[in-house]
Structures are given as structure tokens and as C-alpha cells.
T-cell receptor, first 112, second 113 residues
């Protein structure tokens, strides 16, 4: 089983600050990288995906990918209390039908 | 509303009983998956199916079986439930395995006593 590693947190940031979430993966052949947000008791929902090295921005969210370092991150600018959730990093596997392998998630708490 | 429907949403089950979790999608996605989510362990793949008529094993397949008779339905069966199968089960689907957005159902919370 290929590894996807995340710090479990909780990561606490004040409202308006930048939250930085990090993820490393073990399979150098992985090509697709995703960030999902999961509120307590709910199902995961996609926030961002990135396929190429560099940055990808969507509103307050920026995904960063460095394939050489096997590292992907998510930045949340102007963090809001509604951003408080668990953030799951997912990487496509090269086996199991290309199913996504998920990290254990990082819990983010944005304090007012 | 298009999406994935799971049933039941919650179930308490005696150990040794047989249980089938149902999953239906109306997005005509070829690929479907079953994950379980446990505190501290994250989402782990149980079984997958990339197209109707084919299935495969994920990371934690023991004690579970699946079938994919058609595109829309992907039931997960516990032949003889054990307490370690207490978990939240998520069904998911995608139009593009590995590259496309994974859509999740609302989850089925199963407790095995």
C-alpha cells in the first residue's frame, strides 16, 4: 500500500490568517493529487485538484505540487471559521484500479 | 438531484449476521468504490469496480464482497459481521479513475456488537 502522509493536527489559525496544510506521498508514479474537505459527520467533498508541478489557485485556495520532493500542499487564505474541518490529501494509486489513496487528514480549526 | 445514494444510513448489527450495504449512482460513472473510515486510520479502500461486470480488491478486502451487475449499483456485503467491521462506510464514484473527481455518498454508519 502506497503511503500518503499528513500531520493529524489540530492546526489552529486565527480568522483571516493563512492556513497551510501539507502532504507527502511515496509513489513517484502518481500523477493526480486532490484535496478534499470533510466536515464532522459528513462525506468528503472536493476542493482542489492538481496534476502539474507548481501552483494552482481557485479563490482563497491554492494547491502546490512538487513532484521531485513528492510533496503537495494546500493554502487557505483569509481563513474563516467555516473552513474548520478535516482536510484529506488524496493521490491516485497505480494499482487497485487507479483508486485514490487518502491520507489520514489534518484537522483545521479557525478561531474567531 | 443526481448523485450517490447509500442505504441504510445507520445500522446496528449482531456479530455473525449477514449485511448488505446498498449503493446506487445516477451519474452513469463507470468506476465505483467502497471505502471505510475509522478514527485515526482515515479512508481505506475495500473494493473497487472500474466497469460493470468487473471488481477488484483494495487495501482491506477481507470479510467483504461486492458485485457490479450494472453501471448504477455496487452493493457491499459482509457475509458474517465481526466487531472490527464497525465503521463508517462510504461509497464513491468517478467518471475518470485516477484523474477525475470522486463523488461520495452520505455514508453508512455500521455498528457490529
Amino acid at each position: 500500500q502506497k503511503e500518503v502522509e499528513q500531520n493529524s493536527g489540530p492546526l489552529s489559525v486565527p480568522e483571516g490568517a493563512i492556513a497551510s496544510l501539507n502532504c507527502t506521498y511515496s509513489d513517484r508514479g502518481s500523477q493526480s493529487f486532490f484535496w478534499y474537505r470533510q466536515y464532522s459527520g459528513k462525506s468528503p467533498e472536493l476542493i482542489m485538484f492538481i496534476y502539474s508541478n507548481g501552483d494552482k489557485e481557485d479563490g482563497r485556495f491554492t494547491a502546490q505540487l512538487n513532484k521531485a520532493s513528492q510533496y503537495v500542499s494546500l493554502l487557505i487564505r483569509d481563513s474563516q471559521p467555516s473552513d474548520s474541518a478535516t482536510y484529506l490529501c488524496a493521490v491516485n494509486g497505480l494499482d487497485s484500479g487507479y483508486a485514490l489513496n487518502f491520507g489520514k487528514g489534518t484537522s483545521l480549526l479557525v478561531t474567531p | 438531484i443526481a448523485g450517490i445514494t447509500q442505504a441504510p444510513t445507520s445500522q446496528i448489527l449482531a456479530a455473525g449476521r449477514r449485511m448488505t450495504l446498498r449503493c446506487t449512482q445516477d451519474m452513469r460513472h463507470n468506476a465505483m468504490y467502497w471505502y471505510r473510515q475509522d478514527l485515526g486510520l482515515g479512508l481505506r479502500l475495500i473494493h473497487y469496480s472500474n466497469t460493470a461486470g468487473t471488481t477488484g480488491k483494495g487495501e482491506v478486502p477481507d470479510g467483504y464482497s461486492v458485485s457490479r451487475a450494472n453501471t448504477d449499483d455496487f452493493p457491499l456485503t459482509l457475509a458474517s459481521a465481526v466487531p472490527s467491521q464497525t465503521s463508517v462506510y462510504f461509497c464513491a464514484s468517478t467518471a475518470s479513475p485516477g484523474t477525475g473527481e470522486l463523488f461520495f455518498g452520505e455514508g453508512s454508519r455500521l455498528t457490529v456488537l
